[in-house]
Structures are given as C-alpha cells and as structure tokens.
C-alpha cells in the first residue's frame, strides 16, 4: 500500500538538546581546545615580551641588519666580521647545504655498497657489512663526529704529515690537497659534458626505438660512458692535455699552495657520511629484499639474463620501497648537520647561536634556525609525495 | 595397513661430504666461483688487520698497570687504561659527590633490571607501567635525595645515571602525549587534527638541538621573573617534547594497522569515544607499534648525548672531560672508546630486545 | 609419442641434511601431458623446478630437449628459453601492464621487434579469453584473470614444454574452473609436452596421459589415469587416493 507523506510531515525533524548534538559537541571541544591554545600563547608571549623588556633585549628583526663581528672560519661566499649578521646567518645556511649534499652522496655511495654487502651470498663479506652497520648504529653521532675531529687534529703538523696519495696530505690542520688551476679548455670540457649527456638522452631514444623495431638490443652503459666522459676527455687531449696543478708544498711551517679541507668539515663529512651510510644500508637491503623472490623466479624462468632481471623487474619495485625511507634518511643527515656547533664547524646552528649570544635576541635567532630546517623539510616532504604518488602501483 | 606401506621403499641417505658440513659450507658461501673467491680474500686480509689491530690496541698493548709516561710511550699503540681506572668515576658518574656515587651505580642498576623485566613477555600488563613509573621515583629519590638521604643538587648530576634518565624520562613522559597527539591527527575535528598536525611537523622538521636551545634559553625567559626552572628540567622537558612527536607518529602507525572492522563494533556495540579507544583500539595499536617505540626509544638514548651542546654532565660530556687533566690529556681516544662501548651495550642490547618482540608479536621492523 | 624430451637419470637433491629428491628416474615424451601428485613435501614442486633450474640438484643427470642442464649459464638460458612455467602465485610484474608483461620476454629473450611482440601477445590473450585486459596493471585482476595472463605470459615464449606448478591452489573455488578450461584447450590443442603438479584429479583424469605419485622425495608409482586411479598398485598410492578423493 502505498503511503504518502505531505511535505508538512518531512520537515519535523526531533529537536536535540545542543549539549547533546554531536556537531555542536565537536564544535565546542574545539572552541575549547584553540581557547587553551591561545591563552597558553599568549601568556608565554607576554611573559617573554616582559623579560625581554628588563633585561634590555632588543626584539624584531633589525639585529639583522647590524654589524656581526664575528669572525667565520669557511664561507662559501665572501665574508668579512664587518658584515651583517644576516650575512653571517646566511653564510652558515651555505655552510650547512654544503656538508650535507657532499654528505648525502658519500652516504648514499657507502649505504649502497654496504647494503648490497649485506645481501651478499659471501659469508664473510655479509657478516662484515652487519659488523659495519651495528657498530655504527648504536653509538651516539655526536660522539663519533667528536671521535673524528680529534683524531684529525691530533694529526702531526705539516712538518710530519702523512702523505696519503702524492699530492694529498693529512695534517692536523686539515687536509692538504692538490688545486687545479682554470684553464681555458674547461669551458669547453663542461660544455661537451652537457652535450655528452643530451647525446645519451638521444642516444638511449634512438636504440629503444631500434629495439622495437627490429628486436636489436643496443649496448647502452658503454657509449654512454663514451659520451659523456669521453667527449670532454678527447677536447681536453686535443688542447694538448693542460693540467698545472696547485701542489701543496712544504714551505716552512705549513703548506704553500694546493687547497685544503678544514679539519671541522673534514670530520663533519666523515662522521656524517659513515653514520648515515649505515641506515642507509639497512633501507637498501629491506628493499631489496622486499621484492618477493618470486618476481625473480618468473623472470629468470623466461629466460632473461640476471643483468636483465634486476634491470627490468627487481629494481623498478626495489626503488619503489627504497625511496621514501632513503629521503627520510637524507632529511636525518641534513637535521644532524647541526651537530657541527660542538666540533666547531661553522653551520647554520653555529652562526645562529653566536648571534643569539652576542644580540641576546634568542626568540628571533631560533625561530630562524627552526625556519630554516622547516623549510628543507618541507620541501623534501612535498617531493617525497609527488614522487608515491607518481609511481603507485596501480590497484583495484 | 601393512607395515610394507611405512617402510621407505629408498632410504634416506647423507648428502656427498662435498655438499655439507664445514667443507660444504665453506665451498658455497666463501669459494663459489672465482670472483667470490678474490672477494673473501680480500675481505678476510681487511677482517684480519681490523681485528688484530683492535685486539692489540685494546688488550695486548694496552697499558694496564704503571705510570702516565708508559702510557704515552705507547701512544697511538695501545690504549691507556690507567687514565680510564684513575677516572673512571668520573666518566660514570659525573660531578655527583664521591661518597654517594653508590646511589648512581643503584640507579644504573634499576635501570638494568627493568629493561631485562620488560623483555618477558609474561610479565606484561598494567602492572608492568606502574613498575616503571614507581621505578622512576625511586630513580628520582635516589639522585635527588631528601627522606634520609643527602641532597645532591642537579648541577651536580651526570654521567650515565643522567644519561639514562633524561631518555628513560623522555620515552615515559612522552608516551601519554604521544596517544593524544596520535588520536588528535586522526579526528575529524578540523581544528583538533590542525593543532596536532603543526606540533608533530614542526618538532619533526626541526634538528633536536634546536629544540633544546629553545628549551634551554628560551624556557626562562617564558615564564615570570622570580620562577626559575633547573638547567636539567629544562633538557628533560625539550626531550620529552621532541619524543613525543615521532611516538605520536609511531603510535598513528598502530592505530592505521586496527582494521576498521573494529572500530565499528565498537561504536556498534554503542561505546563512547573514549572507552571505545582504551578499552578496544590502542591495546591492538600499542601492541603493533611497540617495535616503532622501542626503536624511537633507542634513538633518545643516543640523543640525551646533545645535552652536551647545553652543558649537562651527561656520559658523552664527561667522557670528554674527564681527561683534560695535562697529564691524561693525550688519551682522550681511549674515554670516548669507553663512553661508545657502554652505549653501544645499552642500545645493542635493546635493538635485540626489540627484534625478540617483533617476533614474538610478529610484526614488521622500521629505524630511524 | 615419440622421443624423450626430458630425460631425468639418478636424480638426487638435499637441502641442506635434508634428502628432498631420491634416485628420480624420469622419461617425458614430446606430447606427454603428466600430472605429478603426491602429499605436501614429497618434492614434486622440487621436481619440476629442476627442470628449468629454479633448482640446482646434486647428483645425476637431467637432459631437456638434447641440452644437459648443468652449471652452464648458456645451456640454462637455452632450456629456459624451451621451458615456461606457471607458478602458484602467478608472479605477474606488478609494475607493467598486462600486455607489458607477456611482451616482456619475447622482446628481451627472443629479441623480437615491438610490433611483433605485441601481435603474438594479443593472440594469446585471446587464446585465455582476456584481449579487453591487456592494457590495465595486474592488481586490477582477479586471481583467476591473473593466473590466465601468467599462462598467457609463458606461452609467448613459445615453449616446447609447460610447467605448472599448483596453478590453481591459490585461487577461490569459483576461479579454479576458467584456469583449468585453459590449460585443459591448451592440452587439446595438442603438441604441447606438459608437466602439472596439481591436486585437481578431474583435470588429471581428463587429459593427463600419465599420473606419477610421489612420496618422501622418489617416484612411488606411475600409470595412466585408469588404472592409475582404479587400480593403484603400492599400498602407499592407496591411501593417499583416499585421503584426496574422500569428498
């Protein structure tokens, strides 16, 4: 039987006391909630205001703008203690973006080679690889960066250095090595680098298309070895192979020529390399092996050759597994830079503090070293999604 | 059936002695093919000087007994262990007046014991927690002192019983914030879910030495004049915030792995919000992300060694000082062997730990 | 039938301590279609991933199509190259599509051109009757759809023999008929020598021309499906005949 409703009777709806609706509840717990927030914040600001105020603290953000007069012991860029401290802050940020990409291609190097140490079917080797790994893991990174810098500096004077390669010195003032001096063909070698990589590009186009075509695989490690190493090689012969290097020699007390790496940034990029390349190593390895040994089995019961199953099938997953954890990795290595305020590296967080000390402007100073560091996480977070969700795979 | 149909009509036999035992072990895993060949020789030349070298170093050329000079005779050779029994003390237990160091070495041990409890599984439940935070005060009681015992005051803390108790402290403070700010990302209030995701992003991106200058220089100047907090306070707290973040983010872990299904027979069942979450989800998400924890935990007890940059005594800290002394000044190397071994026990022993309660638990394995 | 195909002498593998295959003494015939049963770890599955060198055996002789399986990376390649194989998990690419997947082989291994690839792909999905699915990814498959591509996948390669290791014991109920409709047009296309561990008696009743039970890691009997499964002959055949056909 069919019933009808008049339009009367549809919009009655029971009347729910607001303490009980659940919206209205939600609304008010986050009233509530943002009240307690903002009263918390206020009441710290205010107290901060207060004691910035007695203790004669200058705020807002004209320190920046001041003479620093301080000294930096590297800087990317020119640096004088006549400079601003914004000048100086900055210098620190290069500071740190220097040691951490140098960092985070030494510990993707080492966690690579390690990791794949780990999975090596060579007992000796494999247990070596976990000795690496566990020893470096479980000991405090700063205690390690400690450990490197004063091994560095305990190093003789460059009266009795230690000569690790010719031309390479180990002191305890850093280490010594030889400076190439510019010459006009390094132009044209950067240039052909360029073009040896576009020609690659080109190259691998031309033989994938080849390959469908007509089934001919075309070799590609090597010609693209040839283009890309090879053309800047062959200009630089033709130009009659110009190589003056800066050799470091022992002119009196120290080092006349050459360049040299500080002991602070030497310890910096061991320390941080090593440590990272450990964790990097165990990302790699799970990884790897989580690609289910199945996948491996179908491929290799086609026939393909094992180059080939770890090229078409294994590394493509393996990557997929990899690349999160390893960014995250790069993050933990580019945050642990700040480490380098205790051996005395001129970072970011160094140069910062000093200016904190000298200005007493704490809540300015750290609000930009956090800034900074958000930044870069930020960044490296905004990468990491695009990047899953680029390469998903692709399910119901 | 007939006893014909048991009887294996081809007995099993013993694989060819070139397949099994040492020899066969041997063939596959360190001589299979000529280039495995090359490689463990190679590695086994490398292994051979490592080890020889740390065994010489640390034992055989060691200087156990004589003067500073012997020591610095052998320089380089072996390591000094006469600097290390002369200050010792010192290492272990920073600052803390000499005739109570015996209440550091008790809290060491306390700390000892109740890791080694944690591991039974039997023996988990409530009563476990109120052990540890029952511990905690005894551990506080101890370095602080009051009711029968001599006040040491904080300035005078340090060595490993600081040590572990900023990261014991840090994990056990961080644990009920990090519930909250886990339960907080995942609700549908907007303005609840904001908060929570700023705090946990915020500490996430930031270094941890950043956060303790903020605590460290910032904190006094938060609150009025005439309050003053306690240098060590100060770390603890910046600790326990900075843990509490990435707890947080390992407990969302957990409360992602409880399958819907059991959120709704909860809430059909017609449990409220909260008794829904303590009495049916987090014991199915604790129990998932105890690994992540246990993992976030190792990772504070390396970091308590950044209070360093604060002056705190902790271990680091006074293994570095420990030797300034001129005389023990050359053997600095040999204080941070001592400090890196003792973390190296502490935080191997508890990744093992935690491996054994993975697979007792039978879940995955992540590290920061 | 004709001229053994594989030919498996003294065959004897250990894992580890564990002597998993014991004195296999095997015949196949080009065309034979065998069905391999037998109780969990009796080493069937074992058996057949010695032929295409999935596994390694110790001791005797296995020869596939005149070509002696040993050490020997070229003679592997060969063999796999003659040999497909179907697995329980059906191991599909989860990266590529399903076109991809089958072109994958003939592309890299046979060296074909593209288009050729494709061709040849196109019609052997067709053959397992899902052409409509070769551009989507095989998590988007049920698990029948994707055993049928695995199947699919080998067959491109243009085998001489097909192995399948428990193709259907993966796979919910409903989805054991269209993977075994498959293989059993497969068999009726006839030429095809073909070696199938599989619990699935109807199918092996059939169109297998020889059952072959195996217990503890050796042969226990080998007959046609008649008198393989009226009349067993071992006292052991017997009792797992009656476990397997209960119901």
């Known amino acids: 039987m069919a019933t009808s409703h008049d339009s009367a009777s549809l919009t009655v709806k029971p009347t729910v006391p607001w303490y009980r609706d659940r919206n209205a509840r939600a609304i008010a717990f986050q009233i509530i909630a943002l009240s307690a927030v903002i009263l918390l914040g206020w009441y710290l600001v205010s107290n901060t205001m207060h004691n910035m105020a007695t203790r ?129 063909v390094h132009t044209w070698m950067a240039v052909l680098f360029v073009v040896g990589i576009l020609l690659t590009w080109a190259y691998s186009r031309w033989a994938k298309r080849r390959q469908d075509e007509t ?66 190593a165990e990302v790699v390895r799970s990884g ?41 990795q790069y993050l933990n290595l580019t945050k642990n830079s700040s480490l380098a305020v205790a051996i005395g590296y001129p970072d970011l967080v160094s140069t910062g503090n000093t200016a904190l000390n000298q200005t007493g402007q704490a809540v300015e100073c750290i609000a930009i070293i956090m800034g900074v560091y958000l930044a870069i996480s930020l960044a490296i977070s905004l990468f990491m999604n695009w990047y899953n969700k680029h390469i998903a795979l692709v399910e119901r | 059936m007939t006893a014909a149909a048991d009887a294996d009509l081809i007995p099993a036999r013993r694989p060819p002695s070139s397949e099994t035992g040492a020899v066969g072990w041997i063939r596959h895993n360190l001589f299979s093919g000529w280039f495995n060949t090359i490689v463990t020789i190679i590695a086994a030349f490398v292994a051979y000087k490592v080890i020889v070298g740390a065994l010489s170093y640390t034992i055989f050329n060691a200087v156990w007994t004589g003067t500073p000079q012997t020591c610095q005779d052998m320089l380089g050779k072996g390591a000094c262990w006469l600097a290390v029994e002369d200050r010792y003390r010192f290492i272990l237990f920073g600052p803390f007046d000499y005739d109570q160091q015996w209440r550091g070495g008790l809290v060491i041990a306390l700390f000892c014991v ?91 991106g930031v270094p941890l030495i950043s956060v ?73 998400a604790l129990k998932i992300s105890i690994p992540s924890i246990v993992n976030n935990f190792i990772s504070t007890l390396k970091d308590t060694s950044l209070v360093t940059i604060i002056a705190l005594y902790d271990l680091l800290n006074t293994s570095k000082i420990a030797f300034n002394e001129p005389q023990w000044r050359s053997f600095f190397f040999d204080g941070f062997l001592v400090a890196g071994l003792i973390y190296f026990v502490f935080c191997f022993s508890i990744s093992r730990i935690s491996i054994k309660i993975e697979r007792v638990l039978d879940v995955g394995h992540k590290r920061r | 039938m004709s001229q053994p195909i594989i030919t498996m002498n003294k065959v004897n593998k250990w894992y580890g301590e564990f002597h998993v295959l014991r004195d296999i003494e095997l015949s196949v015939s080009k065309g034979e279609r065998i069905v391999v049963c037998g109780p969990s770890g009796s080493g069937k599955s074992t058996l057949i991933r010695c032929i295409n060198r999935l596994e390694e055996h110790q001791a005797g002789s296995i020869k596939v199509d005149g070509i002696e399986l040993t050490d020997d990376v070229k003679n592997i390649e060969q063999i796999r190259r003659e040999v497909g194989m179907v697995f329980q ?57 994707q055993q049928r591509v695995a199947i699919a996948r080998s067959l491109c390669m243009n085998p001489k023999i097909m192995l399948f290791d428990e193709p259907t014991s993966a796979l919910d109920p409903e989805m054991v008929k269209e993977v075994l409709d498959v293989m059993i047009g497969l068999a009726e296309d006839g030429g095809m020598t073909m070696l199938c561990v599989t619990h699935e008696m109807g199918f092996a009743r059939s169109v297998a021309h020889r059952v072959i039970f195996m217990d503890r890691g050796q042969i226990i009997e080998q007959n046609d499906p008649e008198t393989f499964f009226h009349n067993p002959q071992n006292e052991r055949t017997k009792l797992f005949l009656s476990q397997i056909l209960a119901h």
């Not at chain 1, 690609?291 to 770890?310: C, D, F, I, K, N």
């Not at chain 2, 399958?259 to 989800?281: F, H």
């Open chain 1, 288 to 328: 790897i092996q989580a690609v289910s040994h199945g996948q491996s089995e179908a491929a290799r019961a086609l026939g393909l050759r094992p180059m080939l199953v770890t090229r078409l099938v294994v590394f493509p997953q393996s990557l997929r597994v990899i690349v999160p954890p390893l960014t995250s």
């Open chain 1, 215 to 280: 089934g001919k695989a075309a070799p590609l490690l090597l010609p693209a070895i040839g283009f890309i190493i090879g053309l800047p090689l062959l200009i630089w012969l033709i130009a009659g192979a110009p190589l003056t290097l800066g050799l470091p020699e022992l002119k009196g007390f120290n080092f006349a020529g050459g360049s040299v790496l500080s002991p602070e940034f030497a310890a910096m990029v061991v320390g941080l390399s090593t440590y990272t390349g450990a964790f990097i």
């Open chain 2, 114 to 204: 109740m890791v080694a409890l944690s591991a039974i599984r039997r023996l988990w439940g409530r009563n476990l927690i109120i052990a540890w935070v029952a511990m905690l005060a005894v551990v506080l009681w101890l370095m602080h002192g009051g009711l029968g015992l001599k006040v040491v005051d904080t300035s005078k803390w340090g060595g490993l019983p600081l040590t572990l108790l900023l990261a014991f402290a840090g994990i056990i403070f961080a644990f009920p914030l990090g519930i909250v700010l886990a339960l907080g990302r995942r609700s549908n209030m907007p303005a609840i879910k904001a908060l929570c995701v700023a705090y946990i992003e915020l500490i996430r």
């Open chain 1, 56 to 184: 004669n603290i200058a705020t807002g953000w004209g320190f920046l703008g001041l003479e620093a007069g301080f000294g930096i012991s590297e800087h990317v860029i020119s640096y004088t203690p006549a400079d601003t401290y914004g000048r100086a802050i900055v210098v620190g940020f290069l500071n740190t973006i220097k040691v951490a990409v140098i960092g985070i291609i030494l510990a993707t190097i080492i966690g690579v080679v390690v990791g794949l140490a780990r999975l090596s079917s060579n007992w000796l080797v494999a247990r070596m690889a976990t000795v690496y790994v566990e020893a470096l893991r479980n000991v405090p990174l700063l205690l390690q960066l400690i450990i490197w810098y004063g091994l560095i500096i305990a190093m003789p004077g460059p009266r009795q250095a230690v000569q690790m390669m010719p031309g390479v010195f180990l002191t305890g003032r850093g280490v010594y090595y030889p400076s190439i001096e510019s010459e006009p």
């Open chain 3, 89 to 145: 998990h059906f191991n599909l690419f989860p990266h590529l599509t399903v076109l991809e997947n089958c072109c994958l082989g003939p592309i890299w291994v046979r060296k074909m051109p593209r288009a050729e690839a494709e061709e040849i792909a196109m019609k052997y999905l067709k053959r397992v009757r899902i052409p409509e699915q070769a551009n989507k990814y095989p998590g988007q498959l049920s698990g029948g759809q």
């Open chain 2, 212 to 284: 303790l200058f903020m605590a460290s220089v910032m904190f006094p100047l938060f609150l009025p004049e005439n309050i003053t907090i306690d240098k060590v306070l100060r770390a603890q707290v910046g600790i326990i915030l900075f843990t509490a973040a990435y707890t947080a983010e390992a407990i969302r872990g957990g409360l992602q792995a409880v399958p819907k299904g059991q959120y709704e027979a909860a809430d059909a069942l017609g449990l409220g919000y909260w008794r829904k979450m303590s009495l049916i989800v987090l014991p199915q």
